[in-house]
């Protein structure tokens, strides 16, 4: 598909495993009936021509044009279609009427796929609440990323990475990393640093990312007064750097499927401030690795991120607290055989698993 704005192509990770892409310029992130419909006959096309077994899509936009090509596709249609909720845009996205429509969209399309996969237990549970699908048609896969290859800070990377910002040694240094959406609701961000500063705590704050509300998230840090103690660094495609640099990672989302920038910041030995949203709790432990508060309530985004900055004892022991159980759990490794045993299963319910080789 084409990028949104404040996104990157991760194609090029493609190219370097010798994976073919095949551009389709119709499929977007933003609705569009016209291009919709475009994307999703060519899709079934496509379908016809490969002609696979295994058709599995992932998020919402994407998965709603790749389910509708497999019952386009006809006589071609895959005898499996498995679909990835990495989250869900069923609340806390739009208003109460489209949400409905979405979630009788969202209910409809997982009739046609065979198997429905969710990050976390936590994004099943909402999805079986909000009615898409029994949770019988469920199996969670966690992520699987490249960890060690993401986070690993030389020694030294800390002092360097400050030095290069401009934060001094002494300063408290709070972490952002996404991308700038309403759902993320970075103005609490600003709201808490603006409460942290006033608690006392001589604090900066880093924004790593880009989206549509990067202006507006701008102006705010200005007319707030905090300005001078935030840096917008835009999209960046090496965080290593960052993650050693920051004492505390703040994620204060209205949704999360699964949140990569808090896996990688406990990889990283940052703890972490965030809401109890999705599957944030499924990643970060109250009291043991950060902290979870509710959606919206900033002065305890600020009391937290304050308790943080005056024990870094605590942070040191959060830190490594995290950083023992999170490489393990989100290995790639351990992705590749979620999937793995996933396919072989739903193969195997279809008389198919002569396709596969032995594990």
């Not at 300063?171 to 006033?198: C, N, P, Q, S, Y």
């Not at 007319?223 to 103690?229: D, K």
């Amino acid at each position: 598909g084409t990028l949104a704005r404040g996104e990157s192509s991760m194609s090029f990770v493609a190219k370097g495993l010798g994976v073919r892409v095949v551009p389709l310029a119709e499929l977007g992130r933003e609705i569009s009936p016209v291009r919709d419909i475009v994307a999703a006959l060519k899709l079934a096309r496509l379908v016809r021509q490969e002609r696979p077994h295994i058709l599995h899509t992932h998020t919402a936009k994407a998965g709603t044009i790749g389910r509708l090509a497999a019952l386009l596709s006809g006589p071609a249609r895959p005898a499996i279609v498995v679909h990835t909720f990495h989250g869900h845009v069923l609340q806390g996205y739009f208003d109460p009427v489209r949400a409905a429509a979405f979630r009788l969209l969202e209910k409809g399309l997982a009739r046609v796929a065979t198997a429905l996969v969710a990050v976390s237990p936590e994004v099943r549970d909402e999805l079986v609440r909000l009615g898409v699908a029994p949770a019988s048609k469920f199996v969670v896969i966690r992520l699987g990323i490249e960890l060690e290859k993401r986070v690993h800070a030389e020694p030294g990377l800390r002092e360097e990475s400050r030095r290069q910002l401009g934060v001094a040694p002494d300063r408290f240094l709070v972490g952002w990393v996404g991308r700038m959406t309403a759902v993320k609701r970075v103005d609490d961000v600003l709201l808490a640093v603006a409460g942290l500063r006033e608690l006392g705590v001589d604090a900066v704050l880093v924004l790593i990312g880009d989206g549509p509300d990067r202006e507006a998230i701008e102006r705010r840090a200005q007319e707030l007064g905090i300005v001078r103690h935030c840096l917008f660094l835009g999209y960046q495609e090496e965080v290593a750097a960052y993650y050693a640099a920051f004492d505390a990672v703040v994620l204060p989302s209205a949704n999360e499927g699964t949140p990569v920038s808090v896996i990688e910041s406990l990889a990283a030995g940052t703890p972490v401030v965030a809401t109890r949203v999705g599957g944030v709790p499924d990643v970060v432990r109250e009291g043991v690795d950060g902290f979870l508060v509710d959606t919206g309530d900033v002065e305890a985004l600020a009391e937290r991120l304050s308790r943080l900055a005056h024990d870094p004892a605590l942070r040191a022991r959060m830190g490594e607290a995290g950083r023992g159980r999170i490489l393990e759990r989100y290995a790639v490794d351990r992705l590749l055989d979620d999937v793995d045993a996933l396919y072989r299963s739903l193969l195997e319910a279809k008389s198919l698993g002569g396709l596969l080789p032995p594990r």
